[in-house]
Protein backbone atom coordinates (compact mmCIF):
# COMPACT_ATOMS: atom_id res chain seq x y z
CA UNK A 1 0.00 0.00 0.00
CA UNK A 2 1.32 3.55 -0.99
CA UNK A 3 2.41 5.42 1.76
CA UNK A 4 0.44 8.92 3.56
CA UNK A 5 3.31 10.45 2.15
CA UNK A 6 3.41 9.25 -1.18
CA UNK A 7 -0.26 10.02 -1.82
CA UNK A 8 0.46 13.74 -0.68
CA UNK A 9 2.92 13.80 -3.31
CA UNK A 10 1.24 12.46 -6.02
CA UNK A 11 -1.69 15.00 -5.20
CA UNK A 12 1.27 18.05 -5.19
CA UNK A 13 2.48 16.48 -8.34
CA UNK A 14 -1.47 16.15 -9.60
CA UNK A 15 -1.70 20.22 -9.13
CA UNK A 16 1.94 21.23 -10.16
CA UNK A 17 0.79 19.47 -13.85
CA UNK A 18 -2.19 21.69 -14.05
CA UNK A 19 -0.45 25.04 -13.17
CA UNK A 20 2.69 24.27 -14.64
CA UNK A 21 4.63 24.74 -11.24
CA UNK A 22 8.19 25.38 -12.03
CA UNK A 23 10.77 22.46 -11.33
CA UNK A 24 12.46 24.04 -8.82
CA UNK A 25 9.98 25.29 -6.59
CA UNK A 26 8.15 21.64 -7.49
CA UNK A 27 11.15 20.08 -5.44
CA UNK A 28 11.69 22.12 -2.98
CA UNK A 29 7.97 21.69 -1.87
CA UNK A 30 8.67 17.62 -1.70
CA UNK A 31 10.50 18.18 1.66
CA UNK A 32 9.72 19.75 4.59
CA UNK A 33 11.74 22.23 6.11
CA UNK A 34 12.51 19.68 9.31
CA UNK A 35 11.25 16.87 10.80
CA UNK A 36 12.70 17.43 14.73
CA UNK A 37 12.94 13.93 16.37
CA UNK A 38 12.84 13.34 20.20
CA UNK A 39 12.84 10.26 22.46
CA UNK A 40 11.55 11.17 25.45
CA UNK A 41 11.50 9.34 28.72
CA UNK A 42 8.75 8.91 30.93
CA UNK A 43 8.81 7.42 34.57
CA UNK A 44 5.80 5.11 35.04
CA UNK A 45 3.23 4.85 37.93
CA UNK A 46 5.43 1.53 38.84
CA UNK A 47 8.73 3.37 38.85
CA UNK A 48 10.08 2.06 35.87
CA UNK A 49 11.18 4.75 33.41
CA UNK A 50 9.94 4.21 29.20
CA UNK A 51 11.17 5.87 26.74
CA UNK A 52 8.75 7.15 23.70
CA UNK A 53 9.46 8.53 20.48
CA UNK A 54 8.30 11.64 19.29
CA UNK A 55 8.16 13.56 15.69
CA UNK A 56 7.38 17.55 14.77
CA UNK A 57 7.19 17.79 11.15
CA UNK A 58 7.77 21.56 10.41
CA UNK A 59 6.96 21.40 6.75
CA UNK A 60 6.51 25.03 5.06
CA UNK A 61 6.20 28.42 6.90
CA UNK A 62 6.35 30.73 3.77
CA UNK A 63 2.94 32.06 4.84
CA UNK A 64 3.15 32.28 8.37
CA UNK A 65 3.56 30.12 11.59
CA UNK A 66 3.78 26.63 11.18
CA UNK A 67 0.73 25.12 12.03
CA UNK A 68 -0.89 21.74 13.11
CA UNK A 69 -1.70 19.14 15.72
CA UNK A 70 -0.19 16.55 17.80
CA UNK A 71 -0.99 13.25 17.65
CA UNK A 72 -0.78 10.48 20.50
CA UNK A 73 -1.36 6.94 17.86
CA UNK A 74 0.94 3.72 18.37
CA UNK A 75 0.79 4.04 14.36
CA UNK A 76 2.40 7.27 14.66
CA UNK A 77 5.32 7.37 12.07
CA UNK A 78 7.58 10.06 10.40
CA UNK A 79 6.39 9.46 7.17
CA UNK A 80 2.60 10.00 8.53
CA UNK A 81 3.60 13.09 10.15
CA UNK A 82 5.55 14.90 7.21
CA UNK A 83 2.36 14.01 5.08
CA UNK A 84 -0.03 15.30 7.59
CA UNK A 85 2.53 18.75 7.65
CA UNK A 86 2.19 18.95 4.04
CA UNK A 87 -1.91 18.97 4.12
CA UNK A 88 -1.85 21.37 6.87
CA UNK A 89 0.33 23.81 4.60
CA UNK A 90 -2.49 23.18 1.88
CA UNK A 91 -5.20 23.53 3.96
CA UNK A 92 -4.05 26.84 5.83
CA UNK A 93 -2.90 28.26 2.09
CA UNK A 94 -5.91 26.97 0.66
CA UNK A 95 -8.48 28.84 2.46
CA UNK A 96 -6.24 31.86 3.06
CA UNK A 97 -5.29 32.30 6.35
CA UNK A 98 -1.77 32.85 7.46
CA UNK A 99 -0.30 30.35 8.78
CA UNK A 100 2.31 27.30 7.80
CA UNK A 101 2.26 23.52 7.60
CA UNK A 102 3.61 21.71 10.63
CA UNK A 103 2.12 18.43 12.79
CA UNK A 104 3.63 16.33 15.57
CA UNK A 105 2.76 12.80 16.94
CA UNK A 106 4.03 10.66 19.20
CA UNK A 107 4.20 6.95 19.40
CA UNK A 108 2.28 5.58 22.24
CA UNK A 109 -1.19 3.98 23.30
CA UNK A 110 -2.37 6.68 25.17
CA UNK A 111 -5.42 3.84 26.62
CA UNK A 112 -2.91 2.15 28.51
CA UNK A 113 -1.21 5.18 30.07
CA UNK A 114 -2.59 7.16 33.14
CA UNK A 115 -3.26 10.42 33.57
CA UNK A 116 -0.05 11.27 35.48
CA UNK A 117 1.57 9.10 32.60
CA UNK A 118 0.25 11.33 30.18
CA UNK A 119 1.05 14.45 31.65
CA UNK A 120 4.45 12.98 32.09
CA UNK A 121 4.77 12.52 28.39
CA UNK A 122 3.56 15.56 27.23
CA UNK A 123 5.20 17.60 29.48
CA UNK A 124 8.40 15.56 28.27
CA UNK A 125 7.18 16.01 24.57
CA UNK A 126 7.60 19.83 25.18
CA UNK A 127 11.20 19.72 26.70
CA UNK A 128 12.30 18.05 23.77
CA UNK A 129 10.75 20.66 20.84
CA UNK A 130 10.51 23.90 23.13
CA UNK A 131 13.22 25.63 21.20
CA UNK A 132 11.36 24.89 17.88
CA UNK A 133 8.05 25.82 19.07
CA UNK A 134 6.43 28.84 20.31
CA UNK A 135 3.49 32.06 19.09
CA UNK A 136 6.19 33.24 17.06
CA UNK A 137 7.28 30.19 15.29
CA UNK A 138 5.33 26.69 15.60
CA UNK A 139 1.86 26.58 17.01
CA UNK A 140 0.82 22.82 17.77
CA UNK A 141 -2.87 21.90 18.81
CA UNK A 142 -4.68 18.82 19.57
CA UNK A 143 -5.46 15.93 17.30
CA UNK A 144 -6.41 12.32 17.56
CA UNK A 145 -5.70 11.35 21.23
CA UNK A 146 -4.88 14.67 22.17
CA UNK A 147 -7.28 16.87 24.35
CA UNK A 148 -7.49 20.60 25.85
CA UNK A 149 -6.37 19.24 29.30
CA UNK A 150 -2.73 18.00 27.42
CA UNK A 151 -2.40 21.37 25.74
CA UNK A 152 -2.94 23.02 28.93
CA UNK A 153 0.03 21.08 30.55
CA UNK A 154 1.93 21.96 27.67
CA UNK A 155 1.33 25.46 27.41
CA UNK A 156 2.26 25.21 31.33
CA UNK A 157 5.42 23.59 30.48
CA UNK A 158 6.62 25.35 27.81
CA UNK A 159 5.73 28.57 29.66
CA UNK A 160 8.29 27.30 32.72
CA UNK A 161 10.74 26.72 29.93
CA UNK A 162 10.73 30.13 28.53
CA UNK A 163 10.19 32.09 31.37
CA UNK A 164 7.50 34.11 30.35
CA UNK A 165 3.56 33.96 29.33
CA UNK A 166 3.07 32.78 26.16
CA UNK A 167 -1.02 31.51 25.16
CA UNK A 168 -0.65 31.56 21.98
CA UNK A 169 1.80 28.79 21.35
CA UNK A 170 -0.24 25.70 21.68
CA UNK A 171 -4.36 26.33 20.82
CA UNK A 172 -7.45 23.77 21.74
CA UNK A 173 -7.24 24.93 24.96
CA UNK A 174 -10.01 25.47 27.15
CA UNK A 175 -11.77 28.91 26.95
CA UNK A 176 -10.68 29.32 30.86
CA UNK A 177 -7.07 28.55 29.26
CA UNK A 178 -6.99 31.21 26.68
CA UNK A 179 -9.45 29.27 24.09
CA UNK A 180 -11.65 30.35 21.47
CA UNK A 181 -15.74 30.51 21.37
CA UNK A 182 -16.55 28.10 19.10
CA UNK A 183 -13.88 25.71 18.91
CA UNK A 184 -15.76 22.92 19.83
CA UNK A 185 -17.57 22.61 16.81
CA UNK A 186 -15.97 24.65 14.51
CA UNK A 187 -15.01 22.09 12.04
CA UNK A 188 -18.43 20.84 11.51
CA UNK A 189 -19.70 24.72 11.50
CA UNK A 190 -16.97 25.37 8.23
CA UNK A 191 -18.46 21.72 7.08
CA UNK A 192 -22.28 23.45 7.20
CA UNK A 193 -20.73 26.70 5.43
CA UNK A 194 -19.35 24.62 2.90
CA UNK A 195 -22.17 22.55 1.71
CA UNK A 196 -24.65 25.52 2.20
CA UNK A 197 -22.58 26.77 -0.77
CA UNK A 198 -22.48 23.53 -2.46
CA UNK A 199 -26.23 22.88 -2.24
CA UNK A 200 -26.41 27.01 -4.03
CA UNK A 201 -24.23 25.00 -6.38
CA UNK A 202 -26.13 22.25 -7.09
CA UNK A 203 -29.45 24.07 -7.08
CA UNK A 204 -30.57 22.15 -4.11
CA UNK A 205 -33.07 23.65 -1.31
CA UNK A 206 -32.46 22.35 1.98
CA UNK A 207 -35.64 21.13 3.06
CA UNK A 208 -35.11 18.62 0.00
CA UNK A 209 -31.62 18.21 0.52
CA UNK A 210 -30.77 14.66 2.05
CA UNK A 211 -27.75 14.18 4.39
CA UNK A 212 -25.87 10.36 5.43
CA UNK A 213 -23.32 11.47 7.93
CA UNK A 214 -20.78 8.16 8.58
CA UNK A 215 -18.91 9.10 12.25
CA UNK A 216 -20.98 10.84 15.32
CA UNK A 217 -17.94 11.61 16.95
CA UNK A 218 -16.67 15.55 17.34
CA UNK A 219 -17.23 16.43 13.72
CA UNK A 220 -20.02 14.55 12.32
CA UNK A 221 -22.40 14.89 15.26
CA UNK A 222 -22.14 18.66 14.96
CA UNK A 223 -22.39 18.40 11.43
CA UNK A 224 -25.51 16.91 11.57
CA UNK A 225 -27.08 18.75 14.29
CA UNK A 226 -26.03 22.61 12.60
CA UNK A 227 -27.57 20.80 9.39
CA UNK A 228 -30.63 19.37 10.74
CA UNK A 229 -31.18 22.58 12.16
CA UNK A 230 -31.15 24.52 8.69
CA UNK A 231 -34.02 22.16 7.29
CA UNK A 232 -31.55 19.62 5.62
CA UNK A 233 -33.41 15.97 6.06
CA UNK A 234 -30.28 13.76 7.89
CA UNK A 235 -31.38 10.33 7.25
CA UNK A 236 -28.60 8.28 8.28
CA UNK A 237 -25.83 8.07 10.62
CA UNK A 238 -23.30 6.02 11.90
CA UNK A 239 -20.68 5.24 14.35
CA UNK A 240 -18.16 2.70 15.09
CA UNK A 241 -20.71 0.04 17.02
CA UNK A 242 -23.30 0.83 14.21
CA UNK A 243 -25.83 2.89 12.35
CA UNK A 244 -29.50 4.80 12.29
CA UNK A 245 -31.50 5.39 9.17
CA UNK A 246 -35.15 6.97 8.64
CA UNK A 247 -36.09 8.03 5.33
CA UNK A 248 -38.42 10.51 6.50
CA UNK A 249 -35.33 12.33 8.57
CA UNK A 250 -33.72 11.78 11.82
CA UNK A 251 -34.25 13.31 14.99
CA UNK A 252 -30.90 14.66 15.61
CA UNK A 253 -31.04 15.07 19.10
CA UNK A 254 -33.07 12.25 20.04
CA UNK A 255 -30.04 10.06 18.56
CA UNK A 256 -27.50 12.31 20.16
CA UNK A 257 -29.65 11.03 23.38
CA UNK A 258 -29.63 7.61 23.02
CA UNK A 259 -26.17 7.69 22.19
CA UNK A 260 -25.13 9.23 24.97
CA UNK A 261 -26.97 6.88 27.22
CA UNK A 262 -26.24 3.84 25.42
CA UNK A 263 -22.48 5.15 23.87
CA UNK A 264 -24.03 4.26 20.11
CA UNK A 265 -26.54 5.74 17.83
CA UNK A 266 -27.46 2.16 17.06
CA UNK A 267 -31.16 1.13 17.86
CA UNK A 268 -31.86 4.80 18.90
CA UNK A 269 -36.24 5.00 18.70
CA UNK A 270 -37.69 5.18 15.73
CA UNK A 271 -34.56 4.21 13.24
CA UNK A 272 -33.53 1.29 11.33
CA UNK A 273 -30.10 -0.43 11.43
CA UNK A 274 -27.71 0.61 8.61
CA UNK A 275 -24.42 -0.42 8.66
CA UNK A 276 -20.85 1.19 7.83
CA UNK A 277 -20.54 -0.12 4.15
CA UNK A 278 -24.41 0.63 3.67
CA UNK A 279 -24.44 4.42 4.38
CA UNK A 280 -21.29 4.89 1.91
CA UNK A 281 -23.87 3.46 -0.95
CA UNK A 282 -27.24 4.93 0.37
CA UNK A 283 -28.98 7.34 -2.43
CA UNK A 284 -28.95 10.60 -0.74
CA UNK A 285 -27.74 13.83 -1.90
CA UNK A 286 -24.83 14.60 0.37
CA UNK A 287 -22.26 11.81 1.66
CA UNK A 288 -20.23 13.33 4.85
CA UNK A 289 -17.23 10.91 5.72
CA UNK A 290 -17.01 11.80 9.12
CA UNK A 291 -14.90 9.04 10.74
CA UNK A 292 -11.69 7.44 9.23
CA UNK A 293 -9.51 7.92 6.43
CA UNK A 294 -9.52 5.75 3.40
CA UNK A 295 -13.24 4.51 3.79
CA UNK A 296 -14.17 5.47 0.05
CA UNK A 297 -11.76 2.92 -1.61
CA UNK A 298 -11.53 1.69 -5.54
CA UNK A 299 -13.42 -1.34 -4.20
CA UNK A 300 -16.56 0.57 -3.26
CA UNK A 301 -16.55 3.87 -4.78
CA UNK A 302 -18.14 2.97 -7.71
CA UNK A 303 -21.58 2.18 -5.52
CA UNK A 304 -21.72 5.72 -4.23
CA UNK A 305 -25.18 7.22 -5.09
CA UNK A 306 -24.59 10.66 -3.29
CA UNK A 307 -24.51 13.89 -5.62
CA UNK A 308 -21.42 15.12 -3.68
CA UNK A 309 -19.32 13.81 -1.03
CA UNK A 310 -18.24 16.50 2.26
CA UNK A 311 -14.74 15.28 3.34
CA UNK A 312 -15.49 16.40 6.79
CA UNK A 313 -12.95 13.68 7.86
CA UNK A 314 -9.28 13.74 6.78
CA UNK A 315 -8.16 12.01 3.91
CA UNK A 316 -11.10 9.59 3.28
CA UNK A 317 -10.99 9.24 0.11
CA UNK A 318 -8.27 7.45 -2.01
CA UNK A 319 -6.63 8.47 -4.80
CA UNK A 320 -8.01 5.78 -6.71
CA UNK A 321 -11.29 6.44 -5.50
CA UNK A 322 -11.25 10.06 -6.30
CA UNK A 323 -10.73 9.13 -10.25
CA UNK A 324 -13.80 6.99 -9.91
CA UNK A 325 -16.40 9.65 -8.33
CA UNK A 326 -15.06 12.19 -10.87
CA UNK A 327 -15.86 9.66 -13.57
CA UNK A 328 -19.27 9.26 -12.25
CA UNK A 329 -19.85 12.93 -11.79
CA UNK A 330 -20.04 13.20 -7.91
CA UNK A 331 -18.50 16.76 -6.76
CA UNK A 332 -16.09 15.83 -3.82
CA UNK A 333 -15.68 19.20 -1.36
CA UNK A 334 -11.95 18.26 0.10
CA UNK A 335 -11.16 17.99 3.11
CA UNK A 336 -8.46 20.37 3.15
CA UNK A 337 -11.64 22.89 2.06
CA UNK A 338 -14.04 21.03 4.24
CA UNK A 339 -12.53 20.53 7.75
CA UNK A 340 -10.61 23.49 7.46
CA UNK A 341 -12.93 25.41 10.20
CA UNK A 342 -11.50 23.69 12.63
CA UNK A 343 -7.94 25.31 11.92
CA UNK A 344 -9.64 28.20 11.12
CA UNK A 345 -10.69 29.00 14.30
CA UNK A 346 -7.12 27.61 15.59
CA UNK A 347 -5.92 30.51 13.77
CA UNK A 348 -8.59 32.94 15.50
CA UNK A 349 -7.38 31.29 18.92
CA UNK A 350 -3.54 32.39 18.31
CA UNK A 351 -4.24 35.77 16.83
CA UNK A 352 -6.80 36.12 20.31
CA UNK A 353 -4.17 35.18 22.20
CA UNK A 354 -1.10 37.24 21.05
CA UNK A 355 -3.44 40.14 20.84
CA UNK A 356 -4.66 39.42 24.13
CA UNK A 357 -8.06 39.36 23.14
CA UNK A 358 -11.25 37.25 23.56
CA UNK A 359 -14.15 37.41 20.95
CA UNK A 360 -17.71 36.95 21.11
CA UNK A 361 -19.07 33.19 19.22
CA UNK A 362 -20.84 35.46 16.99
CA UNK A 363 -17.89 37.15 16.00
CA UNK A 364 -15.93 33.75 15.63
CA UNK A 365 -18.73 32.70 13.22
CA UNK A 366 -19.25 35.73 11.47
CA UNK A 367 -15.04 35.79 10.86
CA UNK A 368 -15.39 32.04 9.73
CA UNK A 369 -18.32 32.23 7.42
CA UNK A 370 -16.74 34.98 5.28
CA UNK A 371 -13.46 32.76 5.20
CA UNK A 372 -15.32 29.43 4.57
CA UNK A 373 -17.38 31.26 1.57
CA UNK A 374 -14.56 33.07 0.26
CA UNK A 375 -12.47 29.89 -0.28
CA UNK A 376 -15.22 27.80 -1.03
CA UNK A 377 -16.09 30.21 -4.13
CA UNK A 378 -12.53 30.80 -5.23
CA UNK A 379 -11.70 26.88 -5.28
CA UNK A 380 -15.04 26.48 -7.32
CA UNK A 381 -14.05 29.09 -10.12
CA UNK A 382 -11.02 27.20 -10.17
CA UNK A 383 -12.28 23.90 -11.20
CA UNK A 384 -14.07 25.43 -13.47
CA UNK A 385 -11.61 27.04 -15.21
CA UNK A 386 -9.85 24.18 -15.46
CA UNK A 387 -11.75 21.31 -15.53
CA UNK A 388 -10.56 19.77 -12.71
CA UNK A 389 -11.75 18.50 -9.38
CA UNK A 390 -12.44 20.39 -6.34
CA UNK A 391 -9.57 18.56 -4.71
CA UNK A 392 -6.84 19.26 -7.34
CA UNK A 393 -8.53 23.02 -7.47
CA UNK A 394 -7.46 23.52 -3.75
CA UNK A 395 -4.42 22.19 -4.33
CA UNK A 396 -3.43 24.61 -7.37
CA UNK A 397 -4.83 27.60 -4.86
CA UNK A 398 -2.65 26.71 -1.94
CA UNK A 399 0.45 25.97 -3.92
CA UNK A 400 -0.03 29.35 -6.05
CA UNK A 401 0.01 31.38 -2.34
CA UNK A 402 2.89 29.15 -0.94
CA UNK A 403 5.18 29.65 -4.24
CA UNK A 404 4.53 33.26 -4.05
CA UNK A 405 5.60 34.02 -0.66
CA UNK A 406 8.91 31.72 -1.20
CA UNK A 407 9.56 33.90 -4.53
P1 LIG B 1 -14.10 11.55 17.13
O1 LIG B 1 -13.19 10.57 17.77
O2 LIG B 1 -14.81 12.55 17.98
O3 LIG B 1 -15.25 10.77 16.31
C1 LIG B 1 -15.00 9.73 15.44
C2 LIG B 1 -16.30 9.04 15.11
O4 LIG B 1 -16.05 8.02 14.16
C3 LIG B 1 -16.95 8.33 16.31
O5 LIG B 1 -18.35 8.49 16.24
C4 LIG B 1 -16.60 6.86 16.10
O6 LIG B 1 -17.56 5.99 16.67
C5 LIG B 1 -16.65 6.82 14.59
N1 LIG B 1 -15.95 5.67 14.06
C6 LIG B 1 -14.80 5.10 14.49
N2 LIG B 1 -14.52 4.03 13.74
C7 LIG B 1 -15.48 3.95 12.80
C8 LIG B 1 -15.76 3.08 11.74
N3 LIG B 1 -14.98 2.02 11.49
N4 LIG B 1 -16.84 3.34 10.96
C9 LIG B 1 -17.64 4.40 11.23
N5 LIG B 1 -17.46 5.22 12.23
C10 LIG B 1 -16.39 5.01 13.00
O7 LIG B 1 -13.24 12.24 16.00
P2 LIG B 1 -13.50 13.65 15.28
O8 LIG B 1 -12.74 14.70 15.99
O9 LIG B 1 -14.96 13.82 15.04
O10 LIG B 1 -12.73 13.39 13.91
C11 LIG B 1 -13.33 12.67 12.84
C12 LIG B 1 -12.58 12.96 11.57
O11 LIG B 1 -12.60 14.35 11.32
C13 LIG B 1 -11.10 12.56 11.59
O12 LIG B 1 -10.72 12.15 10.29
C14 LIG B 1 -10.41 13.84 11.93
O13 LIG B 1 -9.06 13.84 11.46
C15 LIG B 1 -11.27 14.81 11.16
N6 LIG B 1 -11.11 16.18 11.67
C16 LIG B 1 -11.54 16.53 12.90
C17 LIG B 1 -11.34 17.82 13.34
C18 LIG B 1 -11.84 18.27 14.67
O14 LIG B 1 -11.70 19.46 14.97
N7 LIG B 1 -12.45 17.43 15.50
C19 LIG B 1 -10.68 18.76 12.50
C20 LIG B 1 -10.27 18.38 11.24
C21 LIG B 1 -10.50 17.06 10.83
Redesign the pocket.
Known amino acids: MSSAYTNAMSQLDKAAAVMKLDPNMHETLRYPNRVVHVNIPVTMDDGSVKVFQGFRSQFNNALGVYKGGIRYHWNVSEDEVKALSFWMMVKCAAVNIPMGGGKGGVIVNPKELSEGEIERLSRGYVQGVWRNIGSDKDVPAPDVYTTPQIMGWMRDEYEKLVGHEDPGVITGKSIENGGSEARSYS?AQGGVYCTIELAKKLGLQPEETTVAV???????SHMAKILSGLGYKIVAV???KGGAMNREGLDVAAVEAHKAETRSVSGAPGTEAIS?DEILHLDVDILVP????NVITAENAAGVQAKAVVE???GPTTPEADEILKEKGIVVVPDVLA?AG?VTVSYFEWDQNVKGEHWSEEDVLTKLEKIMVSAFTEIWETKEQHSIDMRTAAFVKAIERVSEAMK
Open positions: TQGFGNAGTDSNAALELANNG
